[in-house]
């Protein structure tokens, strides 16, 4: 699990969705853009959703959690993180499933034209 920081507040989510959630606002503030995105969060030791701006003018830092993630629903976040890298490929027109870890994020975003 990883602990998103977000406006100054704190969510927590999975590993797959905070780094698919990194990739795809560093994409979008390389194009000068911002989207609304619907992330599945862990809060209190229940799933729920939150609902971001990111992309342009719009902090995110994910770190490492302590946090125990016993009885989240795998499946959600599963399906989350590959609807934001379906929503990265979209914005770069390159599949980023070829990427074997996101540091490659910086040779990828050279990749596609700036609008």
């Not at 795809?24 to 809060?43: D, F, N, R, Y």
């Not at 946090?67 to 980023?96: M, N, Q, V, W, Y």
Request: proline share 3%.
């Amino acid at each position: 699990m990883k602990q998103i920081t977000y406006a100054g507040d704190s969510l927590l989510t999975s590993d797959a969705v905070a780094s698919a959630l990194i990739e795809l606002t560093a994409c979008l503030a390389k194009k000068g853009i911002a989207e609304a995105v619907s992330i599945p969060i862990v809060k209190n030791g229940t799933t729920s959703d939150a609902e971001l701006v990111i992309g342009v003018g719009n902090d995110v830092l994910a770190v490492p959690s302590d946090s125990d993630d016993a009885g989240i629903d795998e499946t959600h976040f599963s399906e989350a993180a590959e609807g934001l890298r379906a929503k990265l490929d979209s914005h770069s027109g390159t599949s980023a499933a070829h990427f074997a870890r996101s540091a490659d994020i910086d040779s990828y975003l050279d990749e596609y034209p700036e609008h």
